[in-house]
Every structure is written in C-alpha cells, then in structure tokens.
C-alpha cells in the first residue's frame, strides 16, 4: 500500500459509501455515475490492498481495514474543515499573527488598546516590541513589524501615516518650584535659565521641544540628558530639574510634580499610527486598522481621539 496514490476523491467516495450503504445512494449524494463510484472504490481496493467493505443485510459496511479507512478519512476531512475555516478566519482578518512596533512613550497607550482589540479578536496573535525612536526606526527599515506607533513618524516616500490620538506634551516641575506658585501664565523666557533634564538625541519628544524652542528664538543654557522617562521623572521629582514629557507619561504618576502654566504649553502633538507602502497590509493589520477607527473612543479617553480618526483607513494601502 501507498499512502500517497490516494486522493481526496477517492476517500471522498468512500466516506459516501459507508454513510449511505450503497454504491447507488453514494453516486447520488455526490452527482456520479454508479459505475464511476464503482470503479473509485476499485482503485481504493486495490491501492489499500485490503478488503474494505462487504454485503450485511442488503448494505455496504466496512471491514475491520475498511473501518479503520473510514475513521481516518473522517479524521483528514475534518481537519481540512478546520483549516478551511482557519484560513476564512484570516482572510477576514478573524485570526493569525500582528506585529505591532511602539516607541517607549507609547506603552501607556498601547496596552488599552491592544485589550480592547484582543476582546474583540481572540483568535489574533499580536506581538507588541517596545523600544526608543532609534530602535523603532531600525525596525522599520526592516520591515520586521506590520504597523508601528509614532509621536513622530519617519519621513519618506515609503511612509504611509495617519493621526489617531493627541498627545501633549506638559512642562512639569517639582511641587515647591518657584514657577508653581505664580497666579499668571509664565513666558517661557521667564525659564530658559533652569536646568531642563531632556531624553536623548531622536527622542521624538526631545525633537517636538528643540523645535518649539527655536520657533521661539529661546535657547535654553543648562540641560541634562536622561534616556529614560521615568528616571526624568524622578529626576524632576527631587529637585533636579524642569522636563517636557508627554502627558501619558505622567498619568497616575505625578507624586511630586506639577504641571507649570505657560504660554504656549503644553505643546500640541500626535500619536501616529504608521506602515510601510512597500509592504503589503495584512488580513490582521487591516483588522486593526478598521478596529482604531471605528472602536477607539471605547479604548481611551474620547477626548483625545482625533476627530478625522473614522478616515484612518483612507490613509493607507489596504489591498
């Protein structure tokens, strides 16, 4: 016997004909000739090398071989039904595998999100890589994730980006800081001589800031530079200076700060949701896409959800 002479067609027959006992019931079930039936099971005989069926009773019934047959093509058809629905399921965007690329800041954005979507979609495997702006971008030149989260997205013709929530950025300062107790909005000059603990060069936030400051002609004498947005917190915290941090950085951890009123803060920025055009958009990252546009104000504060975010989809290439 070989295996691998048999075809679905032939175990298909004989499925038919031990459902229905008959060779002429089969050929009917399945639009055949009974002599095409016949001559199938022939082959499948002579293939298997063993007696598959007998006459009991005026009906076909497997042998002990036949039986085993019979189970196993059974067992094959169903798992093939499986396979049938689980490719459905991904064609549909239902089920398979999303890889998502953040940006250290955006950890307090994702997670919402992502639970929502996977309440939503629990057939869908997301892989969530965090890292700084470098290190995204390098994966993104890679193509190694499907979709990426930015506060500011990569340049470039194979860019395609669309804002999907706000995301200010607030100027903060320890709670006894001078600057907290002032009953008017501060000029920003009126700073310019403190200490500014900052994150590293192509730090998205660091790069919102530094633009900001040359739009107002103010450069600022003494800085610190922190690679990480908790330590410039805790920095700030004790004294050690004055930061700029996006505003998901500092919910629910404001112990010792404030935020200080200035003219011009706190900055206006974005979330980005961010792909490639060079590579094309998968069943789940389309799902995902549709979900933020029709879903999003359910995930997070509503009032930061931007108000075009029902077009997000028109943003990218989708086929």
């Given at each position: ?8 067609r032939l175990l298909q027959v ?60 059974s067992d094959l058809f169903s ?241």
């Amino acid at each position: 016997m070989n295996i691998r002479h048999l075809t679905f067609r032939l175990l298909q027959v004989y499925q038919q004909v031990v459902r229905t006992g008959s060779v002429s019931a089969a050929a009917r079930v399945l639009h055949l000739t009974q002599p095409t039936v016949s001559l199938q099971l022939k082959k499948l005989t002579e293939e298997i090398g063993e007696t598959l069926l007998e006459h009991k009773e005026g009906k076909l019934v497997p042998t002990f071989a036949g039986q085993a047959l019979f189970q196993a093509a059974s067992d094959l058809f169903s798992r093939f039904d499986d396979l049938a629905n689980e490719l459905a399921d991904a064609r549909g965007g239902q089920a398979g595998r999303l890889s998502i690329g953040i940006v250290t800041t955006a950890k307090y954005v994702m997670p919402a999100i992502l639970g929502a979507f996977d309440r939503a979609y629990p057939k869908l495997q997301v892989t969530l890589n965090v890292g700084n702006r470098a290190h995204i971008l390098q994966r993104f030149a890679a193509q190694e994730d499907d979709l990426y989260l930015f506060s500011q997205p990569p340049s470039g013709e194979l860019v395609q980006a669309g804002r999907i929530m706000k995301n200010p950025l607030q100027l903060i300062a320890p709670l006894d800081h001078w600057a907290a107790a002032q009953p008017q909005p501060l000029q920003f000059s009126q700073l310019k001589n403190e200490r500014f603990l900052i994150r590293e060069p192509g730090s998205a936030t660091r790069m919102q800031f530094e633009a900001w400051l040359s739009g107002q002609g103010i450069e600022l004498t003494r800085t610190m530079q922190i690679e990480s947005n908790e330590a410039i917190r805790l920095g700030v915290a004790s004294g050690l200076g004055l930061a700029v941090l996006s505003d998901y950085t500092l919910k629910h951890a404001m112990q010792g700060l404030t935020l200080i009123d200035a003219v011009g803060f706190p900055l206006h920025s974005h979330w980005y949701l961010v792909a490639r055009k060079d590579k094309r958009l998968g069943a789940p990252a389309q799902r995902f896409i549709q979900f933020l546009a029709s879903q999003l104000q359910s995930c997070v504060d509503p009032n930061q959800v931007v108000s075009d975010i029902q077009q997000l989809p028109e943003h990218f290439v989708l086929t």
